[in-house]
């Protein structure tokens, strides 16, 4: 995983050596040693993440993560405050000054890589949807989605998964009910409040299911997928906390669990959650018309062309890897000649189905016109797009659809392309894939093709 990381530290020893441990792990770094000079980093250079110590000069690390949060241009950016300071109400402190998380110094490198890397994750998909909300707001005028998204914490619809013993889950279950209309269940229901829920919470330590596994199995849930998890945990359960940040669960609070600070990381994953959902909900029902194809759902041509510049920009000047495919429903001329247009119309609808579940959450899928789609993939080397592209033409080539109780076979040609900083812009980089794609076509249809830049 690839980022940009900014650390903000007065001690020059304490830069240099979580500047090592960033290092080693193929993150790009940037240093600041004041307060002021880390806001003037973050509001002129890209930036993915900011580890701020608290204890500085002139400015100290809650003040600057306020001004950070209170900033539109940086709201969203990821702060873990990082401090010698260990008491509960300091780490409530940093989270009411918004901070995303808190570490103690000094910093254990397990804890550190699986805090930064599980909010690099976050940022990657939160950074895909804002740009599409400036991508729409440029199309339909300069309207601003963002401004009337709630983004309060308090009120929220909690779950609390419970194994049925008098532990810690109950006790935050009581906590949680006095800010939010909290819920208490078994695992055995778990999955269907969840598919509600602002937050769930869930013990580790619970002796009648496997906790990570039913985080996992949240996270591959379509309905799920997105709830944040808060997990409960001891001290001594740092691996399994990792390897819970891993697989996809939001944060967590160590025993024994101080009230203030169990509410304000709640409150801050609400928060969260009422933000992306806003958004997401804001898109649907603001742009359909607008950027979003009648027929399969998916997002346009004139999406895609005030889109993609955006996403080409940001890779660029990001170092980050991008690529697109073209694919391209073979013989479809043919399949409406024989079975009617109502047919074709639900082969490009099931179609355009199959390549939204062949794509990854951070994908973006578009219909350039007649049976000729699109799909961007931002963060993604060759390799990987490689395999998503054969996915997607697996799930097409091995099930007919059916269509008007009759079973069409259709098949699909793919042709991919992986962006280049030094030399792409728009235009090489769909030309590459659109040669790619004729590639696979005069190669035999149904299969993929990349051509080198």
Do not use: W
Not at 54 to 81: F, N, Q, S, W
Not at 213 to 232: D, K, M
Not at 381 to 397: K, P, S, T, Y
């Amino acid at each position: 995983m690839t980022g940009r990381i900014l650390i903000v530290d007065d001690v020059d020893i304490n830069r240099k050596l979580l500047e090592a441990k960033l290092h080693a792990e193929y993150l790009e770094v940037l240093t600041a040693s004041r307060g002021p000079e880390a806001l003037e980093i973050c509001a002129s250079e890209s930036v993915d993440l900011v580890l701020l110590d608290v204890m500085m000069p002139d400015m100290d690390g809650y003040e600057v993560c306020r001004r950070l949060k209170a900033a539109p241009h940086t709201r969203h950016l990821p702060v873990i405050l990082v401090t010698a300071l260990d008491q509960p109400s300091d780490r409530v402190r940093g989270l009411e000054a918004g901070a995303d998380d808190f570490l103690t110094k000094p910093v254990r490198e397990l804890q550190l890589m699986s805090r930064v890397k599980s909010l690099l994750r976050l940022k990657i998909l939160s950074d895909e949807l804002r740009i599409r909300a400036d991508t729409t707001a440029n199309i339909l005028g300069g309207a601003d989605f963002l401004a009337e998204i709630g983004l309060g914490g308090l009120d929220g619809r909690v779950v609390v998964v419970d194994d049925g013993a008098e532990g810690f889950a109950g006790h935050s279950a009581r906590i949680l009910g006095t800010e939010h209309d909290c819920r208490t269940v078994g695992v055995e229901a778990a999955f269907a409040a969840s598919a509600e829920a602002d937050l769930v919470v869930v013990d580790l330590a619970t002796s009648t299911f496997d906790a990570l596994r039913f985080a996992s199995q949240l996270r591959s849930g379509e309905a799920t997928r997105r709830v944040p998890i808060l997990l409960l945990a001891a001290p001594q359960d740092e691996a399994r906390i990792a390897k819970a940040l891993e697989i996809g669960v939001n944060d967590y609070l160590l025993r024994p669990i101080d009230r203030n600070e169990l509410l304000a990381r709640a409150r801050t994953q609400i928060k969260r959650r009422r933000y992306d959902e806003g958004l997401r909900q804001s898109l649907r029902s603001t742009v359909e018309l607008a950027v979003t194809d009648p027929l399969t759902g998916l997002q346009n041509r004139r999406f895609l062309e005030s889109h993609l510049p955006g996403v080409i920009e940001r890779a660029r000047a990001e170092g980050r890897p991008l690529s697109i495919l073209i694919a391209d429903i073979d013989h479809f001329k043919q399949i409406n000649d024989r079975n009617g247009h109502d047919v074709g119309d639900e082969v490009l609808r099931e179609f355009a189905r199959r390549i939204r579940d062949g794509s990854r959450a951070s994908d973006l899928c578009c219909r350039l016109g007649g049976e000729e789609f699109v799909v961007v993939m931002p963060d993604t080397e060759g390799a990987d797009a490689a395999q998503i592209a054969e996915r997607m033409r697996r799930l097409v080539a091995e099930t007919s659809f059916e269509c008007a109780a009759s079973a069409v076979a259709v098949t699909v040609s793919v042709g991919l392309a992986v962006f280049d900083h030094r030399t792409d812009d728009v235009a090489s980089l769909l030309k590459r894939a659109d040669r790619s794609l004729y590639a696979a076509k005069h190669g035999g249809r149904n299969r993929v093709a990349q051509l080198a830049a």
